[in-house]
T-cell receptor, first 112, second 113 residues
Framework: DTAVSQTPKYLVTQMGNDKSIKCEQN?????MYWYKQDSKKFLKIMFSYNNKELIINETVPNRFSPKSPDKAHLNLHINSLELGDSAVYFC???????????FGPGTRLTVT | KQEVTQIPAALSVPEGENLVLNCSFTDSAIYNLQWFRQDPGKGLTSLLLIQSSQREQTSGRLNASLDKSSGRSTLYIAASQPGDSATYLC????????????FGKGITLSVRP
Protein backbone atom coordinates (compact mmCIF):
# COMPACT_ATOMS: atom_id res chain seq x y z
CA ASP A 1 0.00 0.00 0.00
CA THR A 2 1.35 3.39 -1.00
CA ALA A 3 1.52 5.71 1.99
CA VAL A 4 1.89 9.04 0.19
CA SER A 5 1.03 9.13 -3.49
CA GLN A 6 1.28 11.89 -6.07
CA THR A 7 -0.07 12.31 -9.56
CA PRO A 8 1.20 12.81 -12.13
CA LYS A 9 4.76 11.53 -11.82
CA TYR A 10 5.90 13.60 -14.80
CA LEU A 11 4.42 16.80 -16.16
CA VAL A 12 5.70 18.57 -19.26
CA THR A 13 3.97 21.76 -20.24
CA GLN A 14 4.49 25.09 -21.93
CA MET A 15 5.01 28.47 -20.35
CA GLY A 16 1.82 30.26 -19.45
CA ASN A 17 -0.23 27.11 -18.89
CA ASP A 18 -2.03 26.21 -15.65
CA LYS A 19 -1.45 22.79 -14.09
CA SER A 20 -2.31 20.85 -10.94
CA ILE A 21 -0.54 18.19 -8.93
CA LYS A 22 -2.48 15.93 -6.59
CA CYS A 23 -1.36 14.30 -3.37
CA GLU A 24 -3.05 11.74 -1.15
CA GLN A 25 -1.92 10.05 2.06
CA ASN A 26 -3.46 6.99 3.67
CA UNK A 27 -1.52 7.21 6.91
CA UNK A 28 -4.18 9.06 8.86
CA UNK A 29 -1.84 12.01 9.35
CA UNK A 30 -3.11 15.50 10.18
CA UNK A 31 -0.36 17.54 8.55
CA MET A 32 0.62 17.67 4.89
CA TYR A 33 3.34 19.59 3.05
CA TRP A 34 4.56 20.65 -0.35
CA TYR A 35 8.31 20.89 -0.97
CA LYS A 36 10.22 22.00 -4.04
CA GLN A 37 13.53 20.42 -5.03
CA ASP A 38 15.42 22.61 -7.46
CA SER A 39 17.98 21.68 -10.09
CA LYS A 40 20.72 21.74 -7.44
CA LYS A 41 18.74 19.15 -5.46
CA PHE A 42 18.05 21.57 -2.60
CA LEU A 43 14.75 20.86 -0.85
CA LYS A 44 12.70 23.74 0.47
CA ILE A 45 9.27 23.83 2.06
CA MET A 46 6.52 25.71 0.23
CA PHE A 47 3.33 25.07 2.19
CA SER A 48 2.02 23.14 5.14
CA TYR A 49 -1.57 22.28 6.05
CA ASN A 50 -2.84 20.95 9.34
CA ASN A 51 -6.29 19.39 9.25
CA LYS A 52 -7.19 21.33 6.09
CA GLU A 53 -5.92 24.63 7.50
CA LEU A 54 -2.95 26.48 5.98
CA ILE A 55 -0.25 26.91 8.62
CA ILE A 56 2.93 27.55 6.68
CA ASN A 57 3.18 29.64 3.55
CA GLU A 58 6.76 30.34 2.61
CA THR A 59 7.70 33.08 0.20
CA VAL A 60 6.10 31.48 -2.80
CA PRO A 61 4.63 33.40 -5.76
CA ASN A 62 0.86 33.65 -5.51
CA ARG A 63 0.65 31.76 -8.81
CA PHE A 64 0.98 28.71 -6.54
CA SER A 65 -2.22 27.87 -4.70
CA PRO A 66 -2.55 24.82 -2.46
CA LYS A 67 -5.94 23.33 -1.66
CA SER A 68 -6.84 20.72 0.93
CA PRO A 69 -10.33 19.30 0.40
CA ASP A 70 -9.85 16.98 3.39
CA LYS A 71 -6.96 16.04 5.63
CA ALA A 72 -5.93 13.13 3.40
CA HIS A 73 -5.49 15.27 0.30
CA LEU A 74 -3.38 18.29 -0.56
CA ASN A 75 -3.33 19.54 -4.12
CA LEU A 76 -1.12 22.18 -5.70
CA HIS A 77 -2.36 24.37 -8.52
CA ILE A 78 0.06 26.49 -10.48
CA ASN A 79 -1.08 29.32 -12.73
CA SER A 80 0.84 30.92 -15.59
CA LEU A 81 3.76 28.52 -15.42
CA GLU A 82 7.25 29.93 -15.88
CA LEU A 83 10.54 28.30 -16.87
CA GLY A 84 11.81 28.73 -13.30
CA ASP A 85 8.99 26.55 -11.99
CA SER A 86 10.71 23.51 -13.46
CA ALA A 87 11.61 21.32 -10.49
CA VAL A 88 10.58 18.22 -8.62
CA TYR A 89 7.67 18.82 -6.26
CA PHE A 90 7.30 16.53 -3.28
CA CYS A 91 4.30 16.03 -1.07
CA UNK A 92 4.80 14.80 2.49
CA UNK A 93 2.75 14.13 5.58
CA UNK A 94 3.25 13.73 9.31
CA UNK A 95 1.15 12.91 12.33
CA UNK A 96 1.78 16.36 13.74
CA UNK A 97 3.76 19.43 12.83
CA UNK A 98 7.10 18.24 14.16
CA UNK A 99 6.55 14.51 13.66
CA UNK A 100 8.33 12.13 11.34
CA UNK A 101 7.62 13.08 7.76
CA UNK A 102 6.83 10.64 4.98
CA PHE A 103 7.40 11.70 1.40
CA GLY A 104 5.67 10.92 -1.85
CA PRO A 105 7.60 9.86 -4.99
CA GLY A 106 7.67 13.37 -6.41
CA THR A 107 6.32 15.07 -9.53
CA ARG A 108 8.91 16.19 -12.04
CA LEU A 109 7.58 19.36 -13.67
CA THR A 110 9.26 20.59 -16.83
CA VAL A 111 8.18 23.91 -18.30
CA THR A 112 9.27 24.56 -21.88
CA LYS B 1 16.81 31.10 11.16
CA GLN B 2 17.86 27.46 11.16
CA GLU B 3 20.66 26.39 8.83
CA VAL B 4 21.66 22.78 8.24
CA THR B 5 25.05 21.88 6.80
CA GLN B 6 26.30 18.56 5.48
CA ILE B 7 29.95 18.20 4.54
CA PRO B 8 31.37 16.80 2.32
CA ALA B 9 28.90 17.03 -0.55
CA ALA B 10 30.10 13.71 -1.96
CA LEU B 11 31.89 10.65 -0.65
CA SER B 12 33.24 7.53 -2.35
CA VAL B 13 34.27 4.49 -0.33
CA PRO B 14 35.10 0.84 -1.03
CA GLU B 15 32.57 -1.80 -0.11
CA GLY B 16 32.77 -3.05 3.46
CA GLU B 17 33.98 0.20 4.97
CA ASN B 18 32.31 1.67 8.05
CA LEU B 19 31.51 5.31 7.50
CA VAL B 20 30.19 8.39 9.22
CA LEU B 21 28.07 11.10 7.64
CA ASN B 22 27.96 14.42 9.44
CA CYS B 23 25.20 16.97 9.86
CA SER B 24 25.36 20.26 11.74
CA PHE B 25 22.63 22.76 12.58
CA THR B 26 22.77 26.30 13.92
CA ASP B 27 19.76 26.46 16.27
CA SER B 28 19.86 23.80 18.97
CA ALA B 29 16.19 24.31 19.94
CA ILE B 30 14.98 21.40 17.84
CA TYR B 31 12.21 18.86 18.43
CA ASN B 32 13.96 16.09 16.56
CA LEU B 33 16.27 15.36 13.67
CA GLN B 34 15.45 13.12 10.74
CA TRP B 35 17.78 11.31 8.33
CA PHE B 36 16.55 10.51 4.84
CA ARG B 37 17.85 8.61 1.87
CA GLN B 38 17.16 9.69 -1.71
CA ASP B 39 17.93 7.47 -4.68
CA PRO B 40 18.38 9.15 -8.09
CA GLY B 41 15.04 10.20 -9.55
CA LYS B 42 13.17 8.95 -6.50
CA GLY B 43 11.47 10.34 -3.44
CA LEU B 44 12.83 10.52 0.08
CA THR B 45 12.83 7.51 2.36
CA SER B 46 12.90 8.16 6.08
CA LEU B 47 15.77 6.24 7.69
CA LEU B 48 15.79 7.37 11.31
CA LEU B 49 14.23 10.01 13.48
CA ILE B 50 15.88 11.01 16.75
CA GLN B 51 13.84 12.89 19.29
CA SER B 52 15.53 15.81 21.05
CA SER B 53 15.58 13.81 24.29
CA GLN B 54 17.43 10.90 22.68
CA ARG B 55 21.15 10.50 22.05
CA GLU B 56 21.02 7.61 19.59
CA GLN B 57 18.71 5.67 17.32
CA THR B 58 19.50 2.43 15.52
CA SER B 59 18.02 0.60 12.57
CA GLY B 60 19.89 -2.40 11.18
CA ARG B 61 23.34 -1.27 10.00
CA LEU B 62 22.45 2.38 10.59
CA ASN B 63 23.05 4.29 13.79
CA ALA B 64 22.27 7.97 14.21
CA SER B 65 23.46 10.09 17.10
CA LEU B 66 22.40 13.53 18.22
CA ASP B 67 24.28 16.13 20.25
CA LYS B 68 21.93 19.07 20.58
CA SER B 69 24.28 21.26 22.58
CA SER B 70 26.94 21.17 19.87
CA GLY B 71 24.42 21.23 17.03
CA ARG B 72 25.58 17.96 15.48
CA SER B 73 24.27 14.64 14.31
CA THR B 74 26.07 11.73 12.73
CA LEU B 75 24.79 8.82 10.68
CA TYR B 76 26.97 5.75 11.03
CA ILE B 77 26.72 3.09 8.32
CA ALA B 78 28.34 -0.22 9.18
CA ALA B 79 29.84 -2.55 6.56
CA SER B 80 28.78 -0.42 3.60
CA GLN B 81 27.39 -2.09 0.49
CA PRO B 82 26.96 -0.88 -3.11
CA GLY B 83 23.21 -0.76 -2.44
CA ASP B 84 23.86 1.99 0.11
CA SER B 85 24.84 4.34 -2.73
CA ALA B 86 22.41 7.27 -2.58
CA THR B 87 22.12 10.81 -1.29
CA TYR B 88 21.68 11.11 2.46
CA LEU B 89 19.92 14.17 3.85
CA CYS B 90 19.40 15.34 7.37
CA UNK B 91 16.58 17.66 8.33
CA UNK B 92 15.33 19.44 11.43
CA UNK B 93 11.95 21.00 12.16
CA UNK B 94 12.06 24.42 13.74
CA UNK B 95 9.85 27.45 14.37
CA UNK B 96 7.32 26.10 16.87
CA UNK B 97 5.00 23.12 17.04
CA UNK B 98 3.85 23.52 13.47
CA UNK B 99 7.34 23.38 12.18
CA UNK B 100 9.11 23.74 8.90
CA UNK B 101 11.53 20.98 8.01
CA UNK B 102 14.87 22.52 7.08
CA PHE B 103 17.13 20.29 5.00
CA GLY B 104 20.84 20.08 4.47
CA LYS B 105 22.01 19.81 0.88
CA GLY B 106 22.82 16.15 1.31
CA ILE B 107 25.84 13.90 0.99
CA THR B 108 26.01 11.79 -2.16
CA LEU B 109 27.53 8.45 -1.20
CA SER B 110 29.04 6.04 -3.69
CA VAL B 111 30.08 2.60 -2.44
CA ARG B 112 32.45 0.90 -4.88
CA PRO B 113 32.26 -2.91 -5.24
Amino acid sequence: DTAVSQTPKYLVTQMGNDKSIKCEQNLGHDTMYWYKQDSKKFLKIMFSYNNKELIINETVPNRFSPKSPDKAHLNLHINSLELGDSAVYFCASSRQGAGEQYFGPGTRLTVT
Amino acid sequence: KQEVTQIPAALSVPEGENLVLNCSFTDSAIYNLQWFRQDPGKGLTSLLLIQSSQREQTSGRLNASLDKSSGRSTLYIAASQPGDSATYLCAVPWGGANSKLTFGKGITLSVRP
